[in-house]
């Protein structure tokens, strides 16, 4: 249960919990691994994690750029814990706004309230972290700790947890609520739907219009034959097509060709784009999933079943892998090799630690990087980019079952969870 409290929220203290990791979903699991990379003495971390496993972190106060909670210590002492995160720019906070509603299926997803794992990846390329990463948690506790005590380690579990029940305080601590979000999205649909008479809302000042029109103006290129959303022109009309052109087709083809577009010009006017890694070009199997994933219609799925070797189920199972993280995890579907020899040793390792105090973690076995939790229908297979990807056994197949982590004990507990 939360209470709203002006801009923030806060939520009652969570029960003890007992066994596997504190995050289930990509977000909480995010979260964790920042606060991991970043304290200094992991003795710590793992003390508060018992501290958040024992109910010690007490009703949690969340607000932009900012987590508060009393956490008792062993003796029953109370500490006040705080941990701060970077709000988000309000030109960051602008560009995701209008990649959320420059993509349908984002869109949908936050309107029902839902976060999508990829969008995180999809912000990224706009230049917008909204996941934090290493040294983004800052702790501040009453015990004098000048790193991540204890205390503050408990909070970034308990708020893991937060995050695996709604992933929407993220978008709290980086500077906006959730009402706040839906209006604005609902606004700029709207606006987008009426057309360019609807752009600017009733009440914006008018040094904000004026800003946004300096910003747009300094673009490179000449406005494109596509309005902001990304959607491409109808291309139907009072003539008969042409015999062999599917209208339907032409016009998926260039609505994902103006997205695409529209995303690699955000990614290039971003700040810190000169350091950013260029990314692989996509073969032309990759692409082919990728159109498939983005929901091409019937005639353009059965030639995209074609480059994938000619079964319509095969792509299905691609584009399932894809939607979960992509190039990445579609290698992983695809790609059997062998990881060097200490990584299933250091597996083993963080499950122990994961599952301390609460017996003994699912043994992995198998060979390369596929190995199978002994007992279940979970695999996790290991990705060339250092991440864990989740499979479930759906009878004779392994069917992807989630986005990959970097924490092979999280992400199997996230799947054994959901199963």
């Avoid at 934090?132 to 009453?142: R, V, W």
């Avoid at 300094?218 to 209208?247: E, F, I, M, N, Y």
């Avoid at 159109?291 to 199972?317: F, I, K, Q, S, W």
Wanted: aromatic share 6%; charged share 25%; hydrophobic share 40%.
């Amino acid at each position: 249960m939360t209470h709203d409290l002006d801009t923030g929220r806060t939520f009652e203290a969570l029960p003890p919990v007992r066994g596997g990791a504190f995050a289930t979903s990509r977000w909480g699991r995010a979260w964790l691994q920042a606060l991991e990379d970043t304290a200094l003495d992991g003795e710590q971390v793992r003390a508060g994690r018992r501290h958040a496993r024992a109910g010690a972190v007490g009703a949690v106060s969340v607000r932009p750029g900012r987590v508060t909670a009393l956490v008792r210590d062993r003796d029953g002492s109370p500490y006040r814990a705080d941990v701060m995160v970077q709000q988000l720019a309000q030109d960051d906070w602008d560009r995701f706004m209008d990649l959320v509603a420059g993509r349908a299926e984002h869109l949908a997803a936050l309107l029902d309230r839902d976060l999508p794992p990829h969008l995180a990846e999809d912000a990224a390329a706009a230049g917008v972290d909204l996941l934090p990463g290493i040294g983004d948690l800052e702790p501040e506790c009453t015990c004098g700790a000048w790193d991540h005590c204890a205390h503050t380690a408990a909070l970034c579990h308990q708020v893991a947890r937060l995050l695996d029940q709604d992933p929407f305080v993220l978008l709290l601590l980086r500077g906006h609520g959730e009402r706040e979000v839906l209006d604005e999205l609902q606004a700029r649909s709207a606006a987008r739907t009426a057309g360019p008479a609807a752009k600017v809302p009733a009440g914006v000042p008018a040094r904000e219009v004026f800003a946004r029109h300096r910003r747009t103006a300094t673009l490179p290129a000449p406005p494109p034959l596509v309005d902001a959303s990304g959607r491409a022109p109808a291309l139907s009309g009072d003539r008969p097509a042409p015999p062999g052109l599917d209208v339907a087709a032409l016009e998926f083809l260039a609505a994902d060709a103006a997205r695409r577009a529209r995303l690699l010009l955000a990614e290039a006017l971003s700040p810190g784009h000169d350091r950013t890694p260029v990314p692989a070009p996509l073969t032309v199997r990759e692409d082919a999933v990728r159109l498939a994933a983005n929901g091409a219609p019937g005639v353009v799925t059965d030639r995209l079943a074609a480059v994938c070797g000619g079964e319509h189920a095969g792509l299905e199972r691609s584009v399932r892998a894809w939607r979960f993280g992509g190039p990445a995890a579609l290698s992983v579907l695809e790609e059997e090799w062998t990881p060097e020899p200490g990584v299933l040793a250091q597996a083993h390792d963080r499950l122990a630690a994961a599952w301390e105090g609460d017996g003994q973690p699912p043994r992995l076995h198998g060979a390369g990087n596929r190995w199978t939790a002994a007992g279940t229908d979970v695999q996790l297979r290991y990705g060339r980019d250092g991440r864990w990807w989740p499979y479930r056994r759906e009878g004779s197949l392994w069917e992807p079952a989630g986005p990959g982590g970097r924490d092979p004990a999280a992400v199997l507990a996230g799947t054994l969870a959901e199963g």
